[in-house]
Each structure stands twice: as C-alpha cells, then as structure tokens.
C-alpha cells in the first residue's frame, strides 16, 4: 500500500529493476470506509455494557464499559485492576479470571492484546477468551482449576483508538517522536530485554519498527512491563495475540541462537497447531521469532521469556483476513476467534497438564 505521491517513484524504482508489478486495489479508502460504515451498523442495536463479540469490532472505552461490568456480574470471580494510562491518559486495564476458591498464589496465564493498533482481532480474541472463561465456565473449569488467567485486551489504547477514527492501518503507540513529522513508537520493540540488538528493531522514529529513544519511553509499555513483574515466579504461560500470519512465534526474537527451554515451548505450540488443524485444517508454523518471522529486538515474548523467566512465551499471528490481512469483515470474526480459541484452550491445556501446579 502506497500513498499517491510515491506511485511515480515505486513505478521508477520498478522499472530500473525490471520488475513486474500489478494493481490489487487501486483506491482502498472506500473500502476501508465501507468497513466502518457496516461495523458501526452492527453497533447500532448494542446495549453497552453488554457487547456482542461476535457482532461487531469495539473501541477501547467500549471494551473498558464491559470489562468494567464484569466485577458486579462476577464477584466471586473477576477482579479489574488499572494498572495505569497510555500517552493520552485512556485508563489501561486488566482482568483476572479465577474459579472463586479463594487460593491465593496460583501459577498464572498471561494474555495480551492489541500491542499493535491496526491488528484488530486481537482484542475481539481477547474478549473471546474472557467469555468462554467466565460465560462458558461449565466446558472450560479445568482450565482455571489451579491457573489463574491475566487478561489485558487493549495495550496500546491510543493507537487502536487512532485506528478507529483516523488511520485504519495505525500500528505504533501515539506518542509523538524527536522527529516532528512522525509519530509513534513499536511497543513489541521497545522493551527492555536486548533492546536495540541489531537489526531487530529501527532507530529511526518514521519507520513502523521504531524502538524509541530508550527502553520503556512509552506509558503503554511500561504498564505490560508492570504487569508481567507482577507475576514474576508464577508466570507459566504468557501470549501475545497478534495478526497476522498463522504463526506461534517462540523467543527469542533478537538472535538465531535457541533458548534453554525452546524444545518445551515447541510442544505447548505444537498441541496448538495440532488442535487447530484437526479442528479446521488451519495451517500454523511455529518455530522461533527470529527463524519463522525475522530478527526481532525489545519485543515483549522475549522479555518474558529473559527477564521474568516464564516458562512458556509466545507470540500468537492469527490469521489475516480483509483486503490487507489485518482488517477482517464483521463476518470473519467467528470462524477467527473460534478456530483461535481451540488453539490457546489446547495449549493452555498442555501448560496446565506439563507444568502442574
Ligand atoms: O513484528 C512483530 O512485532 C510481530 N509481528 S507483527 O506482524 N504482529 O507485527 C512479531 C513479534 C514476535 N516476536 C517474538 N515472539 N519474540
Ligand atoms: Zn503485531
């Protein structure tokens, strides 16, 4: 995808290399506008703090009035907590699920989402995940039975409101930079774990892999940082949801070498690609980030992995769909999220029986 004033350029760049090239779709606006038209079409006949996650794509502060109604609705077992704000003070949010035994201290499964703006089935697998846990319990209460889940849908507020409103394709925070014509930083690039390593990650603050000017410079960041040093000892799962790719990427991202639990996290990720593909003949690799994907550096997997120590850190590309694979239809999100859902529910499954509590 390319704005007008660069078409000549690119046609240039092409030609002096020879290269072929075709037109997919000669003017996206309309669609994207389409897109938003029919979503919040869905949104007309929804009753906040009741969603429909099935039905429609929601806001941050959507998201928040549902989550906010889940306390009251489950006393017994949910509990939100603010763990501070993004860059333009939006309030960031995380639910823990348990099954309301009271033990304290049990081993947990972390999941976030939306770390990237425009990758918009994340945060709808994220309240996915919340409702199969808490609406669906009587199918599902093996899996909180000694684990407890740490759910955060939304980390990078600013930007997927960004992309909401203004700029369907926003992936960065919206902080703005030491360059006043460009803004943003990557949040899967600027944590603090082999921040900056090599060729992971962009010191430039135009491109989209921006690491920012130092480690944790970003509220969003430091809020996921806050959150995963909170559990620290008992982290045994953490997932980062993204799109898209149909991948389960493992640390580390930073460097070709393996880490010393990578054949461990290779079977948890294996039973998820096993699952699915029984279930649908979704077709996932997994491997690690830096092998399957590309060098990645500051990424969140692995500072789990290299400074809380989880067990098992993962990052999850859910399939694309959509004309540019991170903007399904409304109509795509069932067969995502519950294909999606039979992946975690089955790794989460293997964590639990592999690393009993
Ligand atoms: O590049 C990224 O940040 C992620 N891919 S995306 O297309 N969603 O932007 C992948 C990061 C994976 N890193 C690790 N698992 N370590
Ligand atoms: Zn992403």
Request: aromatic share 12%.
């Amino acid at each position: 995808m390319i704005p007008p004033k660069e078409v000549e350029n690119l046609l240039k760049t092409f030609r002096s290399h020879n290269l072929d090239h075709r037109v997919l779709i000669e003017d996206l606006a309309p669609f994207v506008q389409a897109q938003r038209a029919e979503n919040l079409q869905k949104k007309q006949f929804i009753q906040l703090p009741h969603i429909d996650v099935l039905g429609a794509f929601y806001t941050h502060s959507e998201i928040n009035e549902y989550l906010n109604s889940l306390p009251e609705r489950f006393p017994k077992r949910v509990q939100l907590k603010q763990f501070g704000w993004s860059y333009e003070r939006r309030p960031l949010k995380v639910l823990t699920i348990t099954n309301g035994d009271g033990k304290r201290d049990k081993p947990v499964i972390v999941i976030d989402g939306t770390v990237h703006a425009r990758e918009w089935i994340s945060p709808s697998m994220a309240l996915y995940i919340i409702q199969q846990l808490l609406d669906n319990y009587s199918e599902n209460q093996e899996l909180l039975e000694d684990y407890n889940w740490v759910i955060m849908p939304v980390v990078n507020a600013d930007g997927y409101e960004y992309s909401h409103t203004e700029s369907r394709y926003w992936r960065k925070t919206r902080r703005p930079t030491s360059n006043p014509e460009c803004v943003g930083t990557d949040i899967n690039r600027n944590f603090g774990y082999e921040w900056g390593h090599d060729e992971g990650s962009s010191s430039d603050p135009c491109e989209d892999n921006y690491r920012g000017e130092r480690t944790f410079d970003q509220p969003e960041s430091q809020v996921l940082r806050d959150v995963l040093l909170n559990y620290k000892g008992r982290l045994n799962f953490y997932l980062s949801l993204h799109s898209y790719g149909n991948k389960f990427l493992l640390p580390w991202g930073y460097t070709s070498v393996f880490p010393d639990r990578y054949q461990d996290m290779m079977s948890v990720a294996d039973a998820g690609a096993k699952a699915i593909v029984h279930s649908t003949n979704g077709i996932y690799s997994w491997g690690s980030t830096y092998y399957v994907l590309y060098p990645t550096s500051g990424d969140t997997a692995d500072f789990a992995l290299g400074v809380v120590n989880a067990t098992v850190a993962m990052t999850m590309e859910l399939p694309a769909a959509g004309f540019m694979g991170f903007d399904p239809w409304v109509s795509h999100i069932e067969r995502l999220v519950t294909e999606s859902w039979v992946g975690v529910r089955a790794m989460a499954a293997e964590v639990i029986r592999t690393y009993a509590a």
